[in-house]
């Protein structure tokens, strides 16, 4: 089971590091090396979502979001759990809600990894997110970059009972070449919040970390 000691220890570290001497590139997903074979075909279930290079990158951060909230919501991570005590919305059956809406409280935090690019309706989801947080809840972001062409939209299929990829996502400040469904998500994001950080991050991910503001007569 994954717990904020482990995370925060060695033994997670080792397996993150497997193979490599802790440097590590932004392209790691297109490179396929050992270490992401590693992380991503060994001890993928044993680590979960936390395999993800990103996650590592910015592991404190995470963590102590995490660990300060009330009400932590995974979506979109049934195949692949945040775990920490946090609620898993999905439309897998394994998930504790199957849509967002049905929360019984508003979420202080709402996670989700690699799971955004699924879904056509962007828009009317980050909608949906906003309106089930708390003011000043964070929301934690990680979806994947068109630097890797196997995950663009129209090349990417799926068959694990979710949909294809339906995004292309870049950052608004990169000059990206033509391709299917692009959308910067920057700025989708920032229709509902308000950005803190958003990067290129390892395994030719994206993270962005934002917040839903408190508004005056909302």
Known sequence: MITFDYLRGD??????????DGNFSLDEAVLDNENYNHRHRVV???????RWRGMQQYRQKILDIIEGSDYA???GGAASPLGLDSVVVDILETADYNNIKDLPKKADVVFSSHCLEHIPNLDGILSDIKNCMR???????????????RWRAGIHK??????????????????????????????????YFSIEY?????????????????IKNE
């Open 44 to 50: 993928n279930h044993k680590l979960g979502v936390w």
């Open 135 to 149: 003011d000043d809840g964070y929301l934690i972001t990680f979806v994947p970059s068109w630097t890797c062409e």
């Open 158 to 191: 799926e068959s694990r009972g979710y949909n294809d990829h339906a995004w292309t996502f870049a950052l608004s400040d990169e000059n990206v070449p033509q391709m299917d469904n692009t959308a910067f998500i920057d700025n989708e994001i920032e229709k």
């Open 11 to 20: 033994e997670y570290i080792q397996e993150m590091n497997f193979g490599t």
């Open 198 to 214: 958003a990067s290129q991050c390892g395994d030719n991910s994206i993270f962005v970390l934002a917040k839903k503001l408190r």
């Open 73 to 75: 919501v995974d979506f």
